[in-house]
C-alpha cells in the first residue's frame, strides 16, 4: 500500500545517509522502522511477563504469604 508522510528535512537527511551506508531505499529503510515500532508497542501476554506463574508449584497461597508480610509492618 502506498501512503504520503510529511518529514522533517532533518529526517530526511539521516535517511539518505542511511540510505547511502545501507545501499536500501528510503521506502524499504521507512518499512524497517514501522516494523520496529509496531514490534515495541505490542504488550506482552501474560505468559511472557517474567513473573507470571511465579506461584504456580508452591503449597502456599500467594495472598496469604503478602497478608503475613504486611503484618510484619504493624507489630
Given at each position: ?48 511477563l517474567p513473573g ?24
Open positions: 500500500m502506498r501512503t504520503i508522510i510529511d518529514l522533517t528535512d532533518a529526517q530526511v537527511s539521516a535517511l539518505d545517509r542511511l540510505r547511502a551506508e545501507t545501499q536500501s531505499s528510503r521506502a524499504e529503510l521507512i518499512r524497517e522502522a514501522v516494523d520496529a515500532y509496531l514490534v515495541a508497542q505490542q504488550a506482552p501476554s501474560l505468559a511472557e507470571f506463574g511465579a506461584w504456580r508449584h508452591k503449597r502456599r497461597d500467594g495472598v496469604a504469604y503478602q497478608r503475613a508480610l504486611r503484618e510484619e509492618w504493624t507489630r
